[in-house]
């Protein structure tokens, strides 16, 4: 009998059914979706790290070394299981040709070399360790995705002295340098193609790479590394900050997802209530006769119980199979980068076990809203054919005082402000859906926007100026620096340089700390708190720093500078995702033995120039990275961009489905309480069409209380929660750049025009209400 009236109340009410059902499905999906994001990014990552036996310490260095230092060394401390020297042929990007054009605008240090023998090995697109012959070259997956490259294409390298071509057999994914955050990407060669290439063209470079018998001892074998007085002209990089840069496009991507996922939980909530309620409204009556011919109170409850955990369940299973197709989009760039991770039951478990926390909060709301039964009287229902629970509050406006609106419009702000308890629901859900539709907006705005570049470690710039390392480095460097002052064109600029001094930490010994010397009152960076250093004996330290070493405003450090100790006092906390995010500034003069980078950047009077100047600059002082500030965002972040702008997109289409749904479901609620109002004004000489925009008023009024606080919200708590996930990276304070025009007109306009929409089609049963049969019931 329970099966048999369960089908014939989803066949007579199946549009209520289908909305539930569907907004049901969509939760599963997306929190599915989002879940199984994380076990293919955490997999792919660990699947990457194991298949390429990616090293746990790396000193990057420039200039000469001593490799039989460095292997005594090795040799003897307990620590180190393996280690190599890994030698790189820097070439610059105005003298490689992935095409038609050089990539002379590239914010990359383009690196080539040979496959590695016993671990660091550089893997293709089947994570198989990449071998190529003479004549052939394996490209970075970075410049498949910008470049449009394919197999058989030709790479070129010519420095007027030197010319080559190659043909590209493979793509390289490296558990190094794979993220688009890192600016080094290395090609690999064959090993008589890369001796020529060693004579031939660019710098020498080196990366001196360890695998230790417990990763856990990273920390204590990277101070005995540099307390051993090798060689360190170059950053260090371990295994854990090579996970965290793997993982920081998508990791955003699918924190973001989840964080919709979260926010489309709490409306799904919302919308069985919603539901229910209406289903409750609508067999009111037939409630009220099963209960006076006796049927017991939980006999209907698990008829209706049955009811939606049959909805529910199918939902969320069809849901997490939906997932399944739908994930591809979200995991596309997870696969190019790194591979896909052998499948486990776990891959399939955690998301289905996702949807099932989906379906168990289902069934549990759907068991809180039935305890509504307990208070529905059978005589009382049989009387009035009504909840009977909408709270009215009386007010002073008065139909025959109003004199600023016409009938309809006054009646509908009226109702809006009588039944307040109702329609805050409803507010509730245009509030979210503004929410989810905003935030995402306004966070591609700020990373697609210049200031962005402060939350880099960078001030805000025209042009920036890296200079690569060669013998002649420092004189290149003077020359620099005299050719920018002289040049009339310039409006502004600041050299700045960093190396690397040691600092003391808690035991008393001295650990490595990358600090950036110059004037840095000329391009500005935005501190969390504090300033940038005014004097030789203040220091600034990026937020990760700060937070490693657990140091505020006014702290003290030691640094050894020129050889002695000198206690430097923290001015100022900045934000800075590049290198991990460990960085610091100080008015000190540079130790030119451990110089990592020099860096010129400078304000042009006329910004159309900029074009002309970069190419200038890049051939009088070659090899060195001439960039324009936006080019090096988009160069840096257009992975994460791209993959956000999909998200964006996703979060619009949700937030107007979510307003459509709910609309929809409510007034169809209220249209069915109101029978009896609407018949009386029918008697009274209304017209439908004044009838219904009645009820589009009382939708548009809640819809722009609701668009008002959901845009408060966006800009309050939204840069709260993306600045929560973005700390990890190095950046806990993010400030949204809004554009007006999306935020503030674009997204309100498209909420209302869908609300008027959804509110004028779902109101049309109204026309169906007959007179006589009210006055009859």
Sequence with gaps: MLLRMLRNDLMRKKGITAALFIFVLLAALLVSSGSRMIMELTSSIQFLF???????????????????????????????????????????????????????????????????????????????????????????????????????????????????????????????????????????????????????????????????????????????????????????????????????????????????????????????????????????????????????????????????????????????????????????????????????????????????????????????????????????????????????????????????????????????????KMFRLLLFVFIVSSFIMIVPINFLNTLQAPSFISYMGVGQSDIRIDLRHTDDIEQRYANLINQVKNDKDVKAYSPLVTSQFKVRNAEGSYDNLSVESGDFSVFPLSYLSGNAPTTDREIALSDANANELKLNIGDKLTLQVSGEDRVMTISGIYQDVTNGGKTAKALLPYNKDSVLWYVVSLDLKDRSMMAAKVAAYE?????????????????????????????????????????????????????????????????????LSKIKLKYVVMSLAILIVGVALGTILSNTLGPKLVSGIMSSFGASNIVFVVDPLQAYVLCPLLLAGTIIVTAWISIQSIRETSISKMIVE
Excluded at 345 to 364: E, K
């Design 50 to 420: 194991s298949e390429s036996k990616t090293p746990h310490f790396v000193q990057m260095h420039s200039g000469d070394l001593d490799q039989t230092k460095v292997n005594q060394w090795a040799e003897g401390n307990t620590l180190v299981e393996q280690h190599q020297i890994v030698e790189m042929v820097n070439i610059d990007g105005a003298n490689l040709y992935l095409g038609a054009e050089s990539e002379k605008n590239t914010v990359m240090d383009i690196d080539l070399v040979t496959q590695n023998q016993q671990f660091d090995y550089l893997l293709n697109l089947n994570s198989e360790i990449i071998q190529v012959r003479d004549g052939e070259i394996a490209v970075p997956v970075y410049y498949l995705q910008q470049n449009k490259l394919n197999i058989g294409d030709k790479v070129r390298i010519n420095n007027g002295a030197f010319e080559r071509a190659y043909t590209i057999v493979d793509f390289v994914r490296d558990a190094q340098m794979n993220p688009s955050v890192v600016h080094s990407k290395r090609f690999i060669v064959s090993p008589d193609d890369w001796q020529e290439l060693k004579q031939g063209v660019g710098e020498m470079e080196y990366l001196i790479e360890f695998r230790l018998n417990d990763p856990a001892k990273t920390s204590e074998f990277t101070q005995a590394y540099q307390n051993a007085g090798l060689p360190n002209a170059g950053p260090v990089v371990t295994y854990g900050l090579f996970q965290v840069l793997n993982a920081m496009t998508d990791g955003i991507i699918a924190a973001v997802i989840i964080l919709v996922s979260l926010v489309l939980i709490l409306i799904a909530m919302l919308c069985i209530r919603f539901t229910m309620l209406a289903t409750i409204e609508e067999d009111y009556r037939e409630i009220s006769v099963m209960k006076a011919i006796g049927i017991a109170e939980k006999d209907i409850k698990r008829l209706y119980l049955l009811k939606y955990v049959f909805m529910a369940g199918v939902a969320s299973v069809l849901g997490y199979v939906a997932s399944l197709g739908v994930n591809k989009l979200f995991v596309s760039n997870i696969m190019l980068y790194m591979g896909k991770a052998p499948e486990t039951l776990l891959h399939f478990a955690v998301p289905l076990l996702a949807a099932g926390v989906i379906f168990a909060m289902v069934v549990l709301f759907c068991r809180t809203v039935l305890r509504r039964f307990r208070s529905i009287s059978a005589v009382e229902a049989l009387r009035t054919g009504s909840l009977g629970d909408t709270q009215i509050i009386r007010n002073r406006l008065s139909l025959s005082r109003n004199r600023w609106s016409s009938v309809p419009v006054f009646l509908g702000l009226k109702d809006v402000m009588q039944r307040v």
């Design 619 to 687: 051939k009088e002082f070659s090899p060195a990275r001439v960039t324009d500030l936006q080019g090096y965002l988009h160069q840096t972040l257009g992975g994460t961009i791209q993959q956000l702008k999909l998200v964006t997109t996703l979060a619009l289409v949700i937030g107007v489905f979510i307003s459509i749904l709910i609309t929809s479901l409510f007034l169809q609620m209220l249209v069915a309480k109101d029978n009896n109002d609407i018949a009386v004004l029918r008697s009274l000489g209304f017209a």
